[in-house]
């Protein structure tokens, strides 16, 4: 074993190019990890299209990697050769920053992005710094686990810090990539669900992924609606359209949480009254820790949330960004290998 495939963008806006070259071997603290599946995400383009600072070229994106540990670098000591592991956004920190100094190791100065800083999982083999690595549990395939490890995190983590209590009517905007898992996790976390997206086409989805109800923004006007109710304790963000995020702000109750996680161009409006009458709050969030993906995989585990994916072999990467991109995917885009 001395050769592996990878699928490379060699510079800003470039092709994605398939690439023969040596498996690399684990340094110090470090593992390498034979790869089993990896998800293709949005936030991949930043890489492709050149849309983030630092970047160095050639690079093999993607930061949803699940697979099996292969062999291990000096140092390390709590994982092992044949582990079942999966490595999200967050692929490392410094360790001595002053956030890290108090724990926030996602808010690292020197913070490492999978696939961004360092090669990701379009490819056979990777390296993973160990504070990367997520244990995934047995009840989960390497497909099944691989977006839980961006959109999945993403999604649950921001519920279950978000303030809500079981009962609380908590609505999910969008029911796509990350909202048809928000829409899982809000169901299975004890909220009083509800789905929001566009189209009566998207009603049944929404109701076998969990909602109580489903608000086709198209015919009605969901912010009216939700208020009728009572106004969401939570309304979570993941359709990437600021104009969509500020139509509901009306929409929450008193003490009310828009949490943002669709990456939107365009700007959220809305007037320091809407705020202020009933204290109202915008937050956004990003991912998690390894801890936090750990976390989201076992809960995923015992309730039985999956994603509902497509899959592409690995040398077809480019027609699944491709897949990715035209949003008529079947909510997410992994890549499988040999």
């Known amino acids: 074993m001395t050769q592996m495939t990878s699928v490379q963008i060699t510079a800003p806006r470039g092709p994605f190019k398939i690439v023969q070259g040596p498996v690399p071997e684990p340094k110090p603290n470090t593992v390498r990890v034979k790869v089993e599946a990896c998800g293709i995400c949005h936030s991949d383009m930043f890489v492709k299209e050149g849309h983030w600072p630092g970047l160095n070229y050639p690079r093999v994106t ?9 062999a291990v ?25 002053a956030p890290c100094h108090r724990g926030d190791f996602f808010g690292c ?3 490492i992005v999978t696939g961004f800083h360092e090669d990701g999982g379009y490819a056979e083999y990777l390296i993973a710094r160990t504070e990367a690595l997520a244990a995934i549990p047995d009840a989960l395939t390497a497909t099944e686990a691989a977006p839980i490890l961006c959109a999945g995190i993403t999604t649950f983590n921001s519920l279950r810090h978000s303030g809500a209590k079981a009962g609380d009517l908590v609505a999910v905007q969008g029911l796509g990539g990350l909202g048809h898992l928000g829409v899982q996790f809000a169901n299975r976390m004890g909220f009083h669900t509800v789905a929001i997206g566009r189209g009566q086409d998207r009603a049944a989805l929404a109701l076998k992924l969990g909602a109580e109800r489903y608000m086709d923004a198209e015919a009605t006007d969901p912010a009216k609606e939700l208020a009728s109710l009572g106004g969401a304790a939570v309304i979570l963000a993941t359709a990437p359209s600021g104009k969509a995020m500020s139509d509901l702000i009306d929409g929450l109750g008193v003490g009310g949480k828009l949490i943002v996680l669709g990456a939107a161009a365009d700007t959220i409006t809305m007037t320091p009254i ?17 801890r936090d993906s750990e976390d989201a995989l076992n809960f995923c585990a015992l309730t039985g949330i999956r994603p509902m994916v497509e899959t592409f072999p690995l040398e077809q990467a480019a027609a699944a960004y491709d897949r990715m991109l035209s949003g008529k995917a079947r909510c997410r885009v992994v890549l499988t290998m040999k």
């Not at 993607?62 to 292969?70: K, Q």
């Not at 079942?84 to 410094?94: A, E, F, T």
């Open 62 to 70: 993607g930061h949803e990697v699940a697979g099996v540990i292969d």
């Open 73 to 97: 670098g000096a140092g390390v000591v709590a994982w092992q050769k044949g582990q079942r592991v999966g490595i999200g956004w967050h692929g490392g920190h410094c360790g001595h920053c």
């Open 109 to 111: 100065q020197k913070f």
């Open 274 to 290: 809407q705020l202020i009458s009933a204290r109202r709050t915008i937050q956004g969030w990003s991912s998690g820790t390894a």
